[in-house]
Nanobody, 123 residues
């Protein structure tokens, strides 16, 4: 069974950086797309970044372009989200997700989810 385990969240001051990791297991992910989403209370999950295992194409939400970078390590079955120049508005629970085939900006298209990791950015 598919398992996604996030790590790397925490508390950071505005302007700082964090790197999130998502370790994937339970199947072969070569035809899968991976996404990072975030959620704050009362709001829907927001697409942050996505990539594909096979080609490594990358996609970003408008609010994080130029500040966040998604990458993957195929040997480790791990996807990373490097977050730089963090703003207080980036405070959220960040989730890793997986779906078969092409990436999607819509959270309901993803079949598998991690438990989430809290990122808090203080001003």
């Amino acid at each position: 069974q598919v398992q996604l385990v996030e790590s790397g969240g925490g508390l950071v001051q505005a302007g700082g950086s964090l790197r999130l990791s998502c370790a994937a297991s339970g199947r072969t992910f070569s035809n899968y797309a991976m996404g990072w989403f975030r959620q704050t209370p009362g709001k829907e999950r927001e697409f942050v970044a996505g990539t594909t295992w096979s080609i490594g194409s990358t996609y970003y939400g408008d609010s994080v372009k130029g500040r966040f970078t998604i990458s993957r390590d195929n040997d480790k079955n791990t996807v990373y989200l490097q977050m730089n120049s963090l703003h207080p508005e980036d405070t959220a629970v960040y989730y890793c997700a997986a779906k078969a085939y092409g990436t999607s900006y819509y959270y309901r298209d993803y079949a598998y989810w991690g438990q989430g990791t809290q990122v808090t950015v203080t001003s």
